[in-house]
T-cell receptor
Framework: GNSVTQMEGPVTLSEEAFLTINCTYTATGYPSLFWYVQYPGEGLQLLLKATKADDKGSNKGFEATYRKETTSFHLEKGSVQVSDSAVYFCALSASGGSYIPTFGRGTSLIVHP | EAGVAQSPRYKIIEKRQSVAFWCNPISGHATLYWYQQILGQGPKLLIQFQNNGVVDDSQLPKDRFSAERLKGVDSTLKIQPAKLEDSAVYLC??????????????FGPGTRLTVL
């Protein structure tokens, strides 16, 4: 079956530090890949997505590249802010027939001033 | 544009009682999802509807959970009877009419269920 593996959290950084949150996946077919973010007290919302190999999704300074050869979709940001503190979920949705969205367990990011 | 609405936001019940959650998706969204999110874990899909029909319910514990989506709009998720391990946040999401894997899901605020 499909699965998503994310790095364990929490990830604790100082403001303006570089961020990487690792995500790898297992899927049949040709999945679309997503990063969702959940800010404190809010619901999940889409951060970025990529729908085919070598696509780069980007939003709010965050980026992730769909790497089919390494089955990865790592999230990066060059300079984090305190307001980026949240839980980040990597997810996939596999194409071809019916599909089931699959989420990783989430990685908590804490950014200190 | 109004977002996905869910009610109630919080519910506390005793084990073996019944509970129902309601979801109203974004207008025009054909696909509706119910997830269970246990503390410290990612959302787990329980059931997915496309209009009135069920696309997938393979992870729905059908002996106690049921869901329906009448007229392809609102949806209700019911647990009867509840167990302690059902304590979780129940999330509803909807996506645009295409029904493809590339669709972005829009999530409601969730219902936090505590079973005592």
């Amino acid at each position: 079956g499909n699965s998503v593996t994310q790095m364990e959290g929490p990830v604790t950084l100082s403001e303006e530090a570089f961020l990487t949150i690792n995500c790898t996946y297992t899927a049949t077919g040709y999945p679309s890949l997503f990063w969702y973010v959940q800010y404190p007290g809010e619901g999940l919302q889409l951060l970025l997505k990529a729908t085919k190999a070598d696509d780069k999704g980007s939003n709010k300074g965050f980026e992730a590249t769909y790497r089919k050869e390494t089955t990865s979709f790592h999230l990066e940001k060059g300079s984090v802010q305190v307001s980026d503190s949240a839980v980040y979920f990597c997810a996939l949705s596999a194409s071809g027939g019916s599909y089931i969205p699959t989420f990783g367990r989430g990685t908590s990011l804490i950014v200190h001033p | 544009e109004a977002g996905v609405a869910q009610s109630p936001r919080y519910k506390i019940i005793e084990k073996r009682q019944s509970v129902a959650f309601w979801c109203n998706p974004i207008s025009g969204h054909a696909t509706l999802y119910w997830y269970q999110q246990i503390l410290g874990q990612g959302p787990k899909l329980l059931i997915q509807f496309q209009n009135n029909g069920v696309v997938d319910d393979s992870q729905l514990p059908k002996d106690r959970f049921s869901a329906e989506r009448l007229k392809g709009v609102d949806s209700t998720l019911k647990i009867q009877p509840a167990k302690l391990e059902d304590s979780a946040v129940y999330l509803c999401a909807s996506s645009s009419p295409s029904g493809f894997s590339t669709d972005t899901q829009y999530f409601g605020p969730g219902t936090r269920l505590t079973v005592l």
